[in-house]
């Protein structure tokens, strides 16, 4: 129906029915541009109730106020009926507009079989059993270190390049020391001195950071493992000792394993220890840079200004130290080319360990 100039006043019974067959239609309206199509044709300008309102001038005073009283309630339920199937699917269209946005992680299907620990980690956990074994105890330090611990305290010249920007990530924090990510596990043999507790064995494994360009042997964030042995009488035997009896449990034996002369401000004398490159078994390839030997790491004899600087005489006691790349370590033991594949996330290169 329609609204037109000269509209015959409705019967009650008819304007019930057309509620009745409003609130059918609005609960039938299957999305929002459905119903505010119905709405609009029940109760807007042009609807019914309009022209019927209307009418009510033709009819006597009882009757207009009786009929008003009708149609008013039935105007409400109609409008009652659109508000809530409106919020009805305001909310539907809500929930579906989450749905197609929701991230479903258990679409993902995990690859057969359990997950595994990282190579390095399984390389890091092996070397702690060996040191273990040997009676050493495990350690662990901060990786964002004071320049305190990371350099000073190892007799870390002002001016040695590894304290340069170029070198080193500095941290914006402290505000009467420089703090940096540790560019070696060295700065936690100084806190274990600093304890007091003599005499000491202990490894510390953990991350380190330098301004590296990644290429096969290096990278930027890797892994280190630091010794340190402080005792009565010890000396430069006990550290070459030490190190053959790591490099034979890791590797086994036909690897061999050599010092060479170098230089340290934390140790003296001081010496780099290599391992036979086990990719060429010595004939020289691109991962040994074509000199057979791989370089784990650098040792020596504790300087005694580091020993000082903890607050250990170094009239009574003496000491050793050494720390290699257990990256480094790891491509030697299972013969990969490129220390790089540990960190490009490669399933099918990362599932064969």
């Known amino acids: 129906m329609s609204a037109m100039e000269h509209v015959a006043a409705p019967d009650p ?20 541009e459905s119903l505010e199509s119905v709405a609009a044709e029940l ?3 042009r609807s019914p109730f309009v022209a019927w309102k209307r009418s009510l001038a033709t009819v006597d005073h009882e009757g207009r106020r009786a009929l008003g009283q009708v149609l008013n309630g039935a105007l409400a339920r109609v409008s009652a009926a659109v508000e809530s199937r409106r919020a009805i699917l305001e909310r539907a269209a809500r929930d579906e507009l989450v749905a197609a946005d929701r991230l479903d992680l258990t679409e993902v299907v995990p690859a057969p079989g359990a997950g595994h620990l990282h190579l390095v980690t399984q390389v890091s956990e092996e070397l702690e059993d060996v040191f273990v074994g040997m009676g050493y105890e495990i350690a662990d330090g901060p990786e964002a270190e004071t320049e305190w611990y990371n350099f000073t305290a190892l007799n870390v010249p002002r001016d040695h390049p590894a304290r340069s920007m170029q070198d080193s990530f500095y941290l914006a924090a402290g505000d009467r020391e420089s703090y940096l990510l540790r560019t070696q596990t060295s700065p936690v043999q100084v806190r274990l001195l600093e304890r007091g507790v003599l005499p000491l064995y202990a490894v510390a494994p953990g991350r380190v950071y ?3 360009t990644a290429d096969a042997r290096h990278l930027p964030v890797f892994h280190q493992i630091e010794g340190i042995v402080v005792d009565r009488n010890v000396t430069f035997g006990d550290l070459a000792g030490t190190i053959d009896t790591f490099v034979t449990a890791i590797f086994g034996t036909g690897i ?22 086990t990719i060429c078994r010595g004939a020289g390839c691109r991962t ?5 030997w791989i370089e784990l790491g650098g040792c020596g004899l504790v300087h005694p200004a580091v020993l000082e600087a903890s607050g250990v005489d170094p009239e009574q006691w003496s000491g050793f130290a050494f720390g290699f790349g257990i990256d480094r370590l790891a491509i030697m033991r299972h013969e990969i080319e490129d220390i790089r594949s540990f960190v490009e996330n490669d399933v099918r290169f990362l599932a064969q360990f």
Not at 13 to 32: I, K, N, P, T
């Open 210 to 212: 330098r301004r590296d």
């Open 13 to 32: 019974s008819q304007v019930e029915a057309f509620a009745l067959e409003a609130e059918r239609r609005v609960v039938a309206a299957a999305d929002l």
């Open 256 to 277: 061999e394993s050599r010092l060479r002369p170098a230089y340290f401000p934390f140790t003296e004398p001081s010496a780099e220890f290599e391992v036979t490159c």
């Open 288 to 292: 040994c840079s074509q000199t057979g």
């Open 43 to 45: 109760s807007g300008k």
